[in-house]
């Protein structure tokens, strides 16, 4: 019979996983809320907070070894909130609305693609994130959308702008597309922690904090920006790199043929 100090440890292991993963879904509903309320820097503040909880949920699961089955269910349907539904109200109430009265039903598809999207490309990692090379994600991940909303929200908050309306209907379709697109996104999720690293890691670290910390507001959409960017150029560029490869096999088969030889004796 397993002692009560040990069962206690043991479900502390899980508890503070789901812990985080419940701050998330916090965060993520006080970002709805202050998109409805119209505050919506605070809202985008909401949603980095939310992206926050759901990487250290994750690494705090696989640190302690307690992945399970619930864990994994309860984190998506968090994530559905805090990057489906969160940004797409953002997104609609902070730009896709001044589309005009006239254009009202096109404005709330623009958010309306978003979650739905996001729904699909969670449900499409949960039935084969075990089959998946660990190395990319299939898709752009719905944190990386729901960022790219958020800290576009603050960028124009630093920049005292006011979103063009057009721009994000085009600009939701197209994160919405490449959430469920096969366009290949690295992860990070090969990253050993606990393995030991070179100072370099170190320095690129404390070089990013600091350039976070000196200007919050425009330095995390350039980081989603070139994030976002990087799926769509990566593919190509192993497209490219598979048909070099594909041509040079051919010319080394051309290449083994004899000239002249046509298959038949002289």
């Not at 001044?98 to 039903?105: R, T, V």
């Not at 958020?150 to 490449?178: C, K, Q, R």
């Amino acid at each position: 019979m397993p002692k009560i100090k040990d069962v206690v440890s043991k479900r502390g292991v899980y508890v503070l996983p789901s812990l985080f993963t419940t701050m998330g879904l916090f965060s993520g509903f006080y970002s709805l809320i202050a998109s409805i309320q119209g505050n919506y820097e605070l809202a985008a503040w909401a949603i980095l907070a939310a992206a926050l909880f759901d990487m250290l949920d994750g690494r705090v699961a696989r640190l302690m070894h307690a992945e399970t089955d619930f864990g994994a269910e309860y984190d998506s349907l968090c994530d559905m909130l805090s990057f489906g539904i969160a940004p797409g109200v953002l997104v609609y109430l902070w730009a896709l609305v001044n589309l005009g009265p006239d254009l009202h039903k096109l404005a709330w598809l623009g958010g309306f693609f978003v979650v739905a999207c996001a729904a699909l490309r969670l449900a499409r990692f949960n039935v084969r994130h075990d089959v998946q090379d660990k190395r990319y994600f299939q898709g752009l991940p719905t944190p990386g959308a729901a960022l790219f909303i958020a800290t576009a929200v603050l960028y124009h908050v630093e920049m005292h702008g006011e979103p063009w309306p057009w721009l994000w209907l085009i600009l939701s379709m197209f994160l919405s597309w490449l959430m469920v697109s096969n366009v290949r996104f690295i992860s990070g999720k090969d990253v050993d922690l606990k393995k030991r690293r070179s100072s370099s890691i170190a320095v690129l670290m404390v070089l990013s904090i600091g350039l976070l910390a000196v200007d919050p507001y425009r330095m995390p959409f350039t980081i989603m920006f070139a994030y976002c960017l990087h799926g769509p150029l990566l593919s190509l560029w192993q497209k490219w790199k598979l048909s070099q490869y594909r041509m040079k096999r051919r010319k080394r088969k051309h290449s083994s043929v004899a000239p002249g030889h046509d298959g038949q004796d002289s």
